[in-house]
C-alpha cells in the first residue's frame, strides 16, 4: 500500500516543478517583450540616426550624466512581483490549493500556493520567504495583470503533457 505522505510529497514535487516552468516562462516573454519593445524605438533612418548623434554628441560635451539614485527604500520590483502573485493564482486556481497557510500548518508540512512557489523562486536563484509570497500575493491578487489566459491554462496544459 502506497505511503499517503509520499504522495502528498510527489504532488509538492510536481506542482513546484509546474510553478517553476510557469515563472520561467513568464519571465522569458516579458524579456522578449523587452527586447522588442527596444528595436522598436532603434532609429530607421539616416535622418533619425543623425539627430540621435547629435543628441549623444551634444550630452557627451555638456559632461551630463544620469541622475544619482535617490536615497532611501530601493526601487520595488513590479514585474518579478506580478510573475510571483500570477503564479500563486495559477496554483490557486487550476490546483485548488489555498494561497496561505497558518503557522500551524506550516509545521505540519501542509502545502500552500504561497510555500510551492517560494520553493520554485528557490529553485530558480531568488531566495525569497514564504511570508514574503504571501505580502506580494496579498498586495497583487487582485490586479487585472495577473490574470490572463496563459496563467489559466498553464496548470491544465502542462499536466496533459506530462501524462501523455
Do not use: N, T, W, Y
Given at each position: 500500500m502506497p505511503d499517503p505522505a509520499a504522495t502528498i510529497n510527489l504532488d509538492v514535487k510536481e506542482l513546484t516543478e509546474i510553478a517553476y516552468q510557469y515563472l520561467c516562462e513568464r519571465e522569458w516573454q516579458e524579456l522578449n517583450e523587452s527586447i522588442n519593445a527596444h528595436f522598436a524605438w532603434q532609429p530607421t533612418t539616416?535622418?533619425?540616426?543623425?539627430?540621435?548623434?547629435?543628441?549623444?554628441?551634444r550630452i557627451s560635451?555638456?559632461?551630463?550624466?544620469?541622475?544619482?539614485?535617490?536615497?532611501?527604500?530601493?526601487?520595488q520590483q513590479r514585474d518579478c512581483h506580478l510573475r510571483i502573485a500570477?503564479?500563486?493564482?495559477m496554483l490557486v486556481e487550476d490546483a485548488g490549493l489555498k494561497a496561505t497557510r497558518s503557522h500551524l500548518a506550516r509545521?505540519?508540512?501542509?502545502?500552500?500556493a504561497c510555500s510551492i512557489v517560494a520553493a520554485a523562486l528557490?529553485?530558480?536563484g531568488e531566495h525569497l520567504a514564504e511570508r514574503t509570497v504571501e505580502h506580494i500575493w496579498n498586495r497583487y491578487r487582485r490586479s487585472p495583470l495577473i490574470i490572463h489566459q496563459g496563467a489559466r491554462d498553464y496548470a491544465r496544459n502542462h499536466r496533459y503533457r506530462v501524462s501523455s
Open positions: 539616416a535622418e533619425e540616426l543623425s539627430i540621435e548623434l547629435s543628441i549623444a554628441r560635451e555638456l559632461h551630463l550624466r544620469p541622475p544619482a539614485r535617490k536615497r532611501g527604500r530601493p526601487l500570477g503564479a500563486v493564482a509545521r505540519r508540512d501542509d502545502p500552500s528557490d529553485r530558480m
